[in-house]
C-alpha cells in the first residue's frame, strides 16, 4: 500500500555530513545536560511512599498538593489514577518520618480537609530498593543495545550492526538529554518507553537496510550515495503511514492519558520522531563513513548458505 510515488530519488545522503555534524551536536549537549543537571529520578529509583486514595466525587488536584504543603510537604507528586475519584500520591523519602508514619499523617490531612477520602494502598520503596532498580534499568539497556548490534551484523553485516546501534543509542541521548534538561521525571514507565524506541528505531533501520540489500542486487551499477537514496525514497510511503499512524495513538496517550501516562508517552513522541529521523539521516551517512559495499553483502550471504548446509 503506497499514498504515494516518487518519479527520482530524493537526495538525502546529499546532507548525510550536515545531518552527523547536527547529530554531533544534539549528542553532546544531551550528554552534557546528563552530567550537568542529572535526571530527576522519581520515588521508582530514589525511594518513597506510594499511596493511593479514593474520594466520593471528583476531586481538586489542586486543593491535595495545598493540604500536602500545609503540613510541610512541597516536592509530592499528585495525579488521578484511573478516574477523577482515584488520586495517586508520590512521597519522596523524608528521614523524620518512617514510610507508615509519613502515610498516616498525609491521609489524616487529608481526611480533615475531606472525611471522604479513602486509603486504598501504600506502598513504601527502600533506597536501596530504587538503587537496584536504577542498575537493572541500566543493565538492560546495555543488553539490548547488544543484542541489536549481534542481530544487525548476523542477518546483514557489521558495519550495518555498527550504524543501526549508533543510530539508536543517538535517539536514547536525545530522550535523556530533554528529560534532564527539563527536569521532567523520569520513572521506571519512560525507562519503558527508552526501552521500546530502541525496538522500535531499531525496525526502521532494518526496512531500509533490507532496501539498501536488494538494491545492491539490482542496481550494480550505481554508486553507493544513488543505492542508499533509493532505498530511502522507497520506504518512505512505508514510513509515513507507519510512523503516521503510531504518532497519532501516543499523542493521544499524551494529550488524554492523564499524569500516570503523561511521561511515558512524551518520551515515546521524543523517540519516535528521532527514530525516524536516525533511521534516515544517522544510520545511512555511517554506512557512507564505513564505507559498505556490496562484496560485503554477498560475503555475507555466502558464509550464511555455506553454514546452512549440513
Known sequence: MEFFRFERDIP??????????LS?????????????????????FTGGTVMEVSYDKAVDLAQI????????ITDATVQNFGTSREVLIRLPVKHEFS???????????LKQNDTTVKMQRVEFV?????????????????FVSLGIVAYLAVRFEWKFGV????????DVLVILGCFAFFQWEFSLT????VLAVLGYSVNESVVIFDRIRENFRKLRKADLTRVIDNAITMTMSRTVITHGSTQIVVISMLLLGGE????????????????????????????ILLGVKREDLIKQERKQQEEAVP
Open 163 to 170: 550504524a543501526g546501534i549508533t543510530a539508536n543509542l543517538h
Open 190 to 193: 519512560v525507562l519503558a518507553a
Open 260 to 287: 500516570v501516562l503523561y511521561y511515558f508517552a512524551l518520551a515515546l513522541t521524543i523517540g519516535i520522531l528521532f527514530g525516524i529521523y536516525s533511521s534516515l539521516m544517522v544510520a545511512s551517512p555511517i554506512l
Open 99 to 109: 514510610g507508615g508514619d509519613l502515610s498516616e499523617v498525609v491521609i489524616n490531612a
Open 65 to 72: 498538593r495545598q493540604v500536602l504543603a500545609e503540613q510541610g
Open 126 to 142: 527502600g533506597p536501596q530498593v530504587g538503587q537496584e532498580l536504577l542498575e537493572n534499568g541500566a543493565l538492560a539497556l546495555l
Open 12 to 21: 538525502f545522503m546529499r546532507w548525510g555530513k550536515f545531518s552527523l555534524i
Open 24 to 44: 554531533l551536536v544534539i549528542s553532546i549537549l544531551s550528554v552534557y545536560f546528563i552530567a550537568s543537571k542529572g535526571l530527576n529520578f522519581g520515588v521508582d
